[in-house]
T-cell receptor
Framework: AQSVAQPEDQVNVAEGNPLTVKCTYS??????LFWYVQYPNRGLQFLLK??????LVKGSYGFEAEFNKSQTSFHLKKPSALVSDSALYFC?????????????FGAGTRLFVKA | DAGVIQSPRHEVTEMGQEVTLRCKPI?????LFWYRQTMMRGLELLIY????????DSGMPEDRFSAKMPNASFSTLKIQPSEPRDSAVYFC???????????????FGEGSRLTVL
C-alpha cells in the first residue's frame, strides 16, 4: 500500500531565506509524486509533480522539488521565501502500477514565513 | 473554465438529518474524487469514480455514506443519518486520465464545510 509522510507539522522561515518542506513516501513501484498548497478556506492547488526524468522539478510560484529514489524523498524547496508563501503544504503520492488512480496525501506541513 | 464547483459551501445540520453534498467536475475530466479533511485525520480519500463508475470506495467510513455519479457532470455525496463526528470539510476533485502530457494532477473544488450539531 502506498503512503506518504511529512515529518514536520510546521516550518518557520524568515522572508528571503531558503525553505524546505520535507516529504518521504512508500510505494511498491515507481511513484508519481505531487505537491499541493492550501490557503485558508480554499481547496488544494497543484504546485508541481514528478513522474519520470530529471530529479529536480520546477513548479508554480518559484517552488521546486527534488526526487531522491534511494532516500524515497521528495522535498519541496524555494530559494527565497515570501510572506505570501505562508500556507499549508501537502505532499501526495500515487502508485500508477499498484494503486490505480488513488492519490494519497500526507498530513500536511504548515509553513510560516515571517517578514 | 469555471473549475470544480461544489455546493453548498457551508452546511449546518442537526444529528440524524440527511446531508447531500454536490459536485460539478471540470468538463472533460475522466476522474472524480471525494475527500474529507479534518484536523485529526487530515485528508482522507473516500471514493473515486472513473467515467462515472465507482472504482474504489474503500475509504467510505460506513454505510451511512453513499456517493453517486449519474452523469459526467454531476456527483453527490450523501450522509444519512448524519452524526457530529461527520463534521469536516468535504472536497471534490477531478482529473484527466493519464496519457500524453496528462499525469493526473487533481483539481480541487473549494470544499463544503459540514457541521453536524
Amino acid at each position: 500500500a502506498q503512503s506518504v509522510a511529512q515529518p514536520e507539522d510546521q516550518v518557520n522561515v524568515a522572508e528571503g531565506n531558503p525553505l524546505t518542506v520535507k516529504c518521504t513516501y512508500s510505494v511498491s513501484g515507481n511513484p508519481y509524486l505531487f505537491w499541493y498548497v492550501q490557503y485558508p478556506n480554499r481547496g488544494l492547488q497543484f504546485l508541481l509533480k514528478y513522474i519520470t526524468g530529471d530529479n529536480l522539478v520546477k513548479g508554480s510560484y518559484g517552488f521546486e522539488a527534488e526526487f531522491n529514489k534511494s532516500q524515497t524523498s521528495f522535498h519541496l524547496k524555494k530559494p527565497s521565501a515570501l510572506v505570501s508563501d505562508s500556507a499549508l503544504y501537502f505532499c501526495a503520492v500515487r502508485d500508477p502500477h499498484g494503486g490505480g488512480f488513488k492519490t494519497i496525501f500526507g498530513a500536511g506541513t504548515r509553513l510560516f514565513v515571517k517578514a | 473554465d469555471a473549475g470544480v464547483i461544489q455546493s453548498p459551501r457551508h452546511e449546518v445540520t442537526e444529528m440524524g438529518q440527511e446531508v447531500t453534498l454536490r459536485c460539478k467536475p471540470i468538463s472533460g475530466h475522466d476522474y472524480l474524487f471525494w475527500y474529507r479533511q479534518t484536523m485529526m485525520r487530515g485528508l482522507e480519500l473516500l471514493i473515486y469514480f472513473n467515467n462515472n463508475v465507482p472504482i474504489d470506495d474503500s475509504g467510505m467510513p460506513e454505510d451511512r455514506f453513499s456517493a453517486k455519479m449519474p452523469n459526467a457532470s454531476f456527483s453527490t455525496l450523501k450522509i444519512q443519518p448524519s452524526e457530529p463526528r461527520d463534521s469536516a470539510v468535504y472536497f471534490c476533485a477531478s482529473s484527466l486520465a493519464l496519457g500524453g502530457a496528462n499525469t493526473g494532477e487533481l483539481f480541487f473544488g473549494e470544499g463544503s464545510r459540514l457541521t453536524v450539531l
